[in-house]
């Protein structure tokens, strides 16, 4: 068996914010990898993520984007 620690695939793919955040940082960052989304607060990154599938993720955003109309 390989106990050996897995690679961070979020780490290698980089997280980044929306356009339309904040100029003091109050937002969350995301991170795409292998068809999974991961979400983190910006002032706490280093706490737990959120683990989402794409679909899932996608979902969320176009309701937000209904729901701004």
């Known amino acids: 068996m390989n106990d050996a620690p897995t690679a961070d695939p979020f780490r290698a793919t980089g997280w980044f914010k929306s356009s339309y955040s904040a100029a003091d940082n109050e937002c969350v ?11 983190r ?3 706490a990154f280093t706490r737990d993520r959120l683990i989402v599938s794409a679909d899932t993720f996608a979902v969320f955003i ?3 984007k209904a729901g701004s109309r």
């Open 29 to 39: 960052e995301v991170s795409c990898a292998w068809a999974r989304v991961a979400i």
């Open 41 to 43: 607060d910006s002032k």
């Open 62 to 64: 176009n309701s937000m």
